[in-house]
Antibody, heavy 123, light 110 residues
Framework: QVQLQESGPGLVKPSQTLSLTCVVS??????????WSWIRQHPGKGLEWIGY???????YYNPSLRSRVTISQDMSKNQFSLDLSSVTVADTAVYYC???????????????WGQGTLVSVSS | QSAPTQPASVSGSPGQSVTISCTGT?????????VSWYQQHPGKAPKLIIY???KRPSGVSDRFAGSKSGSTASLTISGLQPEDEADYHC??????????FGGGTKLTVL
C-alpha cells in the first residue's frame, strides 16, 4: 500500500517561498506509470492542481501558477518537493501530495493522497 | 483552461439515487475519457472513487457509477447512505498534460 506524507512549515511570511516535501513509502517514485503530484485546497473551497513530476524528470505545472512553482524529486530519499515563491495570503491552503495513475502517459486519477498539511501565509 | 462546472449542492434521502454533474467543453470533458471523481469527508483527504470516466478502484462500492454524455460527466450514487454525505469533486484531463478540478459539490443525505 502506497503512503504519502507531507512535511514543511505551517506558517510562511508574505513574499517568502513555501517549501514542502512529500515522502513516499510502499512504492518507488523511480518507476514509470505514475505522476507524483501537488494539489491544494483553499479553506472551504475546491481542489486546485498545482503540478506533477514523472520519474524521468518531466514536470508539468498549472499554467496559472507556473511562474512561481518548482517541483523536484530526490530518488535516493524516495521523495518529491514543492517550492512556491513570492507567496501571498491567497496561497493559504491545505497542500496535498498525491500519486496520479496514468493512461498512455496522461493523468487518469489521483489514487493515493497524503493527509494534507495546512500552510498559512501571514506576517 | 476553465474549471468544469459542478452544482454547489445536491441532496437525497437514504435509499434514493442522486446524480452529480461535471460540465466542461468539447475541448476537455468532451474530448477525453479521463474524468475522475473524489469523495471528501470534512477534514479528510479526497478519496478516488471513479477514474477514466467509469472505472472503480478496488474496494469502492458499486453504488458509485461514472458516465459521460457529450461534454458532461456524471457521478451517480445509488442506494444513498448516511455515510455518503460528503463533498464530491470531479477532475478532467484537458490536454497538454494538464488537469483541472471542478468546484466541488456538497451532498446532503436528508
Amino acid at each position: 500500500q502506497v503512503q504519502l506524507q507531507e512535511s514543511g512549515p505551517g506558517l510562511v511570511k508574505p513574499s517568502q517561498t513555501l517549501s514542502l516535501t512529500c515522502v513516499v513509502s510502499g512504492g518507488s517514485i523511480n518507476r514509470g506509470g505514475y505522476y507524483w503530484s501537488w494539489i491544494r485546497q483553499h479553506p472551504g473551497k475546491g481542489l486546485e492542481w498545482i503540478g506533477y513530476i514523472y520519474y524521468t524528470g518531466s514536470i508539468y505545472y498549472n499554467p496559472s501558477l507556473r511562474s512561481r512553482v518548482t517541483i523536484s524529486q530526490d530518488m535516493s530519499k524516495n521523495q518529491f518537493s514543492l517550492d512556491l515563491s513570492s507567496v501571498t495570503v491567497a496561497d493559504t491552503a491545505v497542500y496535498y501530495c498525491a500519486r496520479s495513475r496514468t493512461y498512455y502517459f496522461d493523468s487518469s486519477g489521483f489514487d493515493f493522497w497524503g493527509q494534507g498539511t495546512l500552510v498559512s501565509v501571514s506576517s | 483552461q476553465s474549471a468544469p462546472t459542478q452544482p454547489a449542492s445536491v441532496s437525497g434521502s437514504p435509499g434514493q439515487s442522486v446524480t452529480i454533474s461535471c460540465t466542461g467543453t468539447s475541448s476537455d470533458v468532451g474530448n477525453y475519457n479521463l474524468v475522475s471523481w473524489y469523495q471528501q469527508h470534512p477534514g479528510k483527504a479526497p478519496k478516488l472513487i471513479i477514474y477514466e470516466g467509469d472505472k472503480r478502484p478496488s474496494g469502492v462500492s458499486d453504488r458509485f457509477a461514472g458516465s459521460k454524455s457529450g461534454s458532461t460527466a456524471s457521478l451517480t450514487i445509488s442506494g444513498l447512505q448516511p455515510e455518503d454525505e460528503a463533498d464530491y469533486h470531479c477532475c478532467s484531463f484537458v490536454g497538454n498534460k494538464i488537469v483541472v478540478f471542478g468546484g466541488g459539490t456538497k451532498l446532503t443525505v436528508l
